[in-house]
């Protein structure tokens, strides 16, 4: 128990410390953030969260290369870590995305858009959705 409390503590503590790596001292754990933001990708701020019960979805998307996924927009805040391959995000008005390994995004909400998958591997990503029980994450274009 006391482990885990330390642990906690330890952690709490390092987030605490802000942006830039950060690495407590003779323990290994090293602490990046990889973003904070009040904005989505595109620059738009971020809508107040919905009313209601909160829901947290998170989501392994692996898109095969040289696939292009549907016009969509997501009606809820999310963000992700593209863990490998190259993934490209356009918006209808024509701004452009291009995510490495390794980099997040803030997504854009309610604004159309899509994804494609570039290079010789499968792009992966991690998507972390925060929005209600009630809502969905994600709506494609008709």
Known sequence: MRRHLTAFLLIG??????????????????VRELARTET???????PPYPGGQPEIRI??????????????QHPVINAGILLSGHLRVHTLDGQV?????????????????????????????????????DLPITQTRE
């Open 40 to 46: 989505s990708w595109d620059g738009a701020l971020l």
């Open 97 to 133: 995305l291009d995510l490495m390994p390794g980099e997040a995004i803030v997504e854009v909400v309610d604004t159309w858009h899509w994804g494609e998958s570039l290079g010789d591997e499968p792009a992966h990503i991690v998507v972390f959705y925060a929005g209600t029980a």
């Open 59 to 72: 989501l392994s998307i692996t898109i095969p290369p040289g696939t292009r996924l549907p016009v969509h």
């Open 13 to 30: 503590w390092l987030v605490f410390l802000g942006p830039g790596p950060v690495a407590a001292k003779d323990t290994g754990v090293l």
